[in-house]
């Protein structure tokens, strides 16, 4: 190659990465437009889907036009469906009767990155009265209002593992 002045061999370099930089971007270019299209594909797709369904509720004489649309919420990394229901009937059942507090603390002590204990007094209390109202713990104090509140499990009898 023959020797050029620093400048133009500065300008053919700036030239040489500006072609490099004009093919990647047609390339990434080519792919979002493929993933345009499936986009648009989908959302035929989808649209269809609420054309169809549209015509089977009207049936039940109901406006498709006041249901509202629901956005599906991805599950968070690494959770488990009914994991902190499941852990608190485990410690529940491991003992007699238990205050709310203790029930939180005991939890804490698990340690387990997969239950969220962010206010989790308030969790575990709302879990407890809907537990209550299945009819599978009692309050065992019969406290008033406050008062700490103790849970004892009793179980369900069509529940083979509730004893």
């Given at each position: 190659?023959?020797?050029?002045?620093?400048?133009?061999?500065?300008?053919?370099?700036?030239?040489?990465?500006?072609?490099?930089?004009?093919?990647?971007?047609?390339?990434?270019?080519?792919?979002?437009?493929?993933?345009?299209?499936?986009?648009?594909?989908?959302?035929?797709?989808?649209?269809?889907?609420?054309?169809?369904?549209?015509?089977?509720?009207?049936?039940?004489?109901?406006?498709?036009?006041?249901?509202?649309?629901?956005?599906?919420?991805?599950?968070?990394?690494?959770?488990?469906?009914?994991?902190?229901?499941?852990?608190?009937?485990?410690?529940?059942?491991?003992?007699?009767?238990?205050?709310?507090?203790?029930?939180?603390?005991?939890?804490?002590?698990?340690?387990?990155?997969?239950?969220?204990?962010?206010d989790g007094m308030h969790k575990v209390a709302r879990e407890l009265r809907k537990m209550s109202e299945y009819g599978v713990v009692i309050r065992y104090d019969f406290g008033g209002a406050g008062q700490p509140a103790t849970w004892l499990w009793i179980g369900d009898a069509t529940d083979p593992?509730?004893?």
């Amino acid at each position: 190659m023959a020797n050029h002045h620093p400048k133009l061999a500065a300008l053919a370099k700036a030239i040489s990465y500006r072609k490099g930089d004009l093919v990647s971007l047609e390339r990434r270019e080519s792919e979002l437009l493929r993933a345009l299209e499936e986009v648009r594909r989908e959302k035929s797709e989808v649209q269809q889907a609420v054309q169809r369904l549209s015509v089977l509720i009207e049936e039940f004489e109901l406006n498709p036009q006041d249901i509202r649309g629901i956005r599906a919420t991805p599950r968070k990394e690494g959770s488990i469906h009914g994991l902190f229901r499941n852990t608190l009937i485990k410690v529940l059942k491991a003992g007699g009767p238990i205050t709310t507090a203790e029930l939180l603390h005991k939890l804490q002590e698990l340690d387990d990155s997969r239950i969220n204990l962010r206010d989790g007094m308030h969790k575990v209390a709302r879990e407890l009265r809907k537990m209550s109202e299945y009819g599978v713990v009692i309050r065992y104090d019969f406290g008033g209002a406050g008062q700490p509140a103790t849970w004892l499990w009793i179980g369900d009898a069509t529940d083979p593992e509730s004893s």
